[in-house]
């Protein structure tokens, strides 16, 4: 986890804008920004070093690769232990079916963001890749009929 950064409007409207289209230019962001393109660079390479940006990823249309219906897998395991937690995890991120994992507080203990072809491949998920293990003591299918982005992710109070 990265130790919280200073950061300053300049900052902000530089994750601001990246955060809305990645695949601006340096020119575009230092544009947005009103910086000059060599202090867009620095500042791009310092957010990434300081652990505030991390990564860089292409959002997938599920249905424009065959896997149209999603669904949220609530899932409580028992016993709730590190031999059994760890080996779950790394089970249900090897599915191909898997976008999303967490673990929660509450009655439930893991939430599965899933993509699949159809119903009874997710149901065959459901059967054959989680209910049969012995940690599994229940899951609850949510079927996803929408979904909304958030906007980007800044500090608590930022402006940028």
Do not use: K
């Not at 919280?4 to 990645?22: G, K, S």
């Not at 890749?129 to 980007?152: C, K, N, S, Y």
């Amino acid at each position: 986890m990265a130790a919280q950064v200073e950061l300053d409007v300049v900052d902000m409207r530089l994750l601001r804008a990246l955060q809305e289209d990645a695949r601006l230019t340096n020119r575009e962001l230092a544009g947005r920004a009103g910086i000059a393109t060599s202090t867009c660079s620095d500042r791009l390479a310092r957010l990434r070093d300081a652990g505030v940006m991390c990564g860089s990823a292409v959002r997938i249309e599920p249905s424009a690769v065959g896997r149209p219906l999603e669904a949220m897998l609530a899932v409580r395991v028992h016993p709730h232990r590190r031999p059994l937690v760890d080996p779950f995890v790394q089970h249900v991120l090897a599915q191909p079916e898997t976008r999303h994992l967490y673990h929660l507080t509450g009655p439930d203990d893991f939430l599965i963001h899933v993509t699949v072809v159809d119903a009874a491949d997710l149901q065959r998920l459901v059967l054959d890749e989680l209910t049969a293990r012995d940690e599994v003591v229940m899951v609850h299918t949510h079927l996803i009929f929408h979904q909304w982005r958030g906007g980007p992710l800044l500090p608590p109070g930022a402006e940028g």
